[in-house]
């Protein structure tokens, strides 16, 4: 069996997966916020109510060695994560970013499962990215292979502020509270997207962009944001197709129980 736990900004959630991909188990608790060694104690509890197997967790930073970076859950940045969870699970645990988690749950059976590439994009609380090639994510040699939502957002340049220190990044545009703060105004968001994505599929070009998270429900941006990305990719025809996540909130679980699979 596989376990997977979905650590977020609000819930932290376990599933189990038995060998064909089916559920058997799925719990969510609050997120302990800014404590620590709560935050271990809630993810052991899980998995031990979730029963044996391998465990794989997705955390909303990276794993730069032995110590959390890039969290926008920040009481978990310079933490040994990885040990202190095995020393409290006394389990060998896989953790890769939530967006990778996102990106490799929607490759090996949801949106992107009979493509090569695949480039998957959660835009919740935050913009993220990950890359999946062949079902195998690219982590990169700095763990920050696919981390779209902190490039400068192309053509804008209000000043915004980002978390990461920068200014107008990709996710202080794109993110759910961008798109509250800008009025849910869909024109200028469809806009802004196929400009971002469009540096994504000059670079990548991938089969499938697949969205999760808040804003990826409005269903417009399937079928408006492909009809203005044309001017940003350097081909006549782009035959990459924009589509919602099949196991929308549930796939950051899924990809970290697959973690085990790579
Ligand atoms: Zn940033």
């Known amino acids: 069996m596989r376990i997977g736990v979905d650590l977020g900004g609000t819930k932290i959630e376990a599933i189990a997966l038995d060998e064909r ?70 389990r060998e645990v896989r953790i890769d970013n939530d ?24 835009l919740g609380t935050g913009a993220g990215g990950g890359i999946v090639v062949r079902k195998q994510v690219i982590e990169g040699v ?4 696919g981390e779209w939502g902190h490039n400068p957002m192309p ?14 990044c990709v996710e202080t545009y794109l993110s759910g509270p961008a798109f509250e703060r800008d009025g849910r105004d869909l024109a ?13 599929i000059n670079i990548l070009d991938p089969e499938v ?7 990826s429900k409005e269903k417009s941006l ?10 940003y990719i350097f081909s006549r025809t782009v035959a990459t197709r924009l589509l919602p996540a099949v196991y929308g909130d ?9 973690l085990w699979d790579e």
């Not at 700095?142 to 292979?145: G, H, S, V």
């Not at 962009?209 to 804003?215: D, E, H, M, N, T």
């Not at 399937?222 to 001017?231: A, C, F, N, Q, S």
């Open 209 to 215: 962009i697949v969205l999760g998270g808040g804003v």
């Open 222 to 231: 399937y079928t408006e944001v492909p009809k203005l990305w044309g001017r």
């Open 155 to 168: 053509g804008e340049a209000d000043g915004r502020p980002c978390y990461c220190g920068r200014k107008d």
């Open 99 to 122: 967006a990778n988690c996102f990106a490799l749950s929607e490759a090996v059976d949801g949106a992107g499962k009979d493509a090569r590439i695949v480039f998957g994009v959660i």
């Open 21 to 90: 991909g089916r559920e058997t188990f799925r719990k969510r608790v609050p997120t302990p916020r800014g404590d620590y060694d709560g935050t271990v104690s809630a993810i052991a509890a899980l998995v031990q109510a979730a029963g044996e197997g391998n465990v794989g967790v997705g955390i909303p930073g990276a794993m730069a060695g032995e110590l959390v970076k890039n969290a926008n859950s920040n009481w978990l940045i310079g933490r040994p994560f990885r040990r202190d969870l095995e020393n409290a699970l006394r």
């Open 250 to 258: 549930a796939s950051g679980v899924r990809g970290a129980a697959w």
């Open 188 to 200: 200028r968001y469809h806009e802004r997207l196929a400009r971002a994505l469009g540096v994504v």
């Open 142 to 145: 700095n763990r920050i292979a």
